[in-house]
């Protein structure tokens, strides 16, 4: 009985080691290392990981931008974090975060991929909470771009605290950010130090759309344009050209790939020369105005700033020299500690006399300036001076300078 006892264990495990050896299954009729070796074969992996090397995702992203509000977008741990868990930011610092890399962006789920191939191979695909100024409103731009735009949209808050000039720690009273509200263009707003209306380097998605733009009453605004039904790897992740290692996981458009209009002919240079033309004459009519400032460096690169128009504490800067000090500047200093490796958050108010008098407008700015500000830092952040929806653009730059020059 007992050598029949050990005779059946011997089978039982016989048979789960077989099975075991199996691996996965595959679709019917198909050997899943068939569908795996697809993709994970050396010479495709080779392939693909030299083309990714020359993109920014590989080029512009480390570890030095690991805060909680950073990390999620600039290290592979933070994305998998905030895509793993359905929140914004990090619970944490991530002081030894990665680069970007394949598993950030992929996460196998199955290995039968023939309905749905975008949901199984990617680390997400599920509708996206548009983040700025608190914005919960989930949007679906659809299964791939939803995973870029993840990453790809305007930033939201980036810190909590501030140390006052007393050397206290305090919260912000108030977002950094202000909202978009047009209800009333003509009413009044302190523009304070320390007060925020950029969107930071990734704002393609909201153009693409055709969102988001401060958008003026009465004005005409139109989202859908012939590129609309794309998705973002339609351009980014197009055909591989090994002669201007353009396409494929490089991300870098490949525009001989578009044949049917942009082969030979250079189609995004036009554009991209009359919506600059656009965002800079809009820009020069905020400086007119004294609520933007024109810089020239050493380099004679010229570049626009807004001019606030209240110190940190809400005090209205004077236009002529005075010798009262002011809250002049919030500094950001960030830095991680040595010991602890969590983050810092050195936002400091300055105290001193106020140098640039000459170029403050003396008044509250009006809610309408505020949005033709926004809607110039929501073009030139964008980044491809918009080519991602040309005809939402210059309609954004063209409604602002039209509110600007009608009041």
Known sequence: MKNLTRLL???????????????????????????????????????????YHLSKHYLGTSSARNTKY??????????????????FVVASEIPMGTRISC??????????????TATFVLRTTTPVALNYNNNATTTDFGLINNLCVTCHQIRGVTS????????????????????LDNSNENTTVKYQVGRSFAVHDGNQSNLFAGINAYEYVGKNYT????????????????????????????????????????????????????IDAKRIELAELLVTRKVFKKSTNSSGVVSYSAEPSHDFYGVLFPTTQSTTIFATALVTANTVGPTSGTL???NTVTLATDNDYANRIGR????????????????TSELSLGVHNPTYAMQVLQNSIDWLKAN
């Open 9 to 51: 264990l011997v089978l039982f495990a016989s048979g789960l080691l077989f099975t075991a050896c199996e691996g996965p299954m595959g679709p019917a009729g198909k050997d899943a290392n068939q569908v795996c070796l697809t993709c994970h074969n050396t010479p495709n992996q080779d392939a693909k990981l030299a083309e």
């Open 70 to 87: 950073c990390a999620r977008c600039h290290t592979s741990e933070g994305f998998q974090e905030i895509t793993g868990n359905g929140k």
């Open 103 to 116: 598993t950030t962006c992929h996460k196998h789920r199955a290995f039968d991929f023939a309905d749905d």
């Open 160 to 179: 909590v605290n501030y140390t006052d000039a007393t050397g206290a720690v305090k919260t912000f009273s108030q977002l950094p950010f202000f909202p």
């Open 223 to 274: 989202r859908i344009w012939k590129h609309s039904a794309n998705a973002c790897t339609d351009c980014h992740m197009n055909e591989y050209n090994a002669d201007t290692q353009t396409g494929g996981h490089s991300l870098i458009v490949n525009e001989d790939a578009c044949t049917t209009c942009h082969q030979g002919a250079d189609k995004l240079t036009p554009i991209r020369t009359t």
């Open 344 to 346: 810092v958050y050195a």
């Open 364 to 379: 509250e700015w009006k809610y309408g300036e505020l949005g033709a500000a926004y809607n110039y830092g929501y073009i």
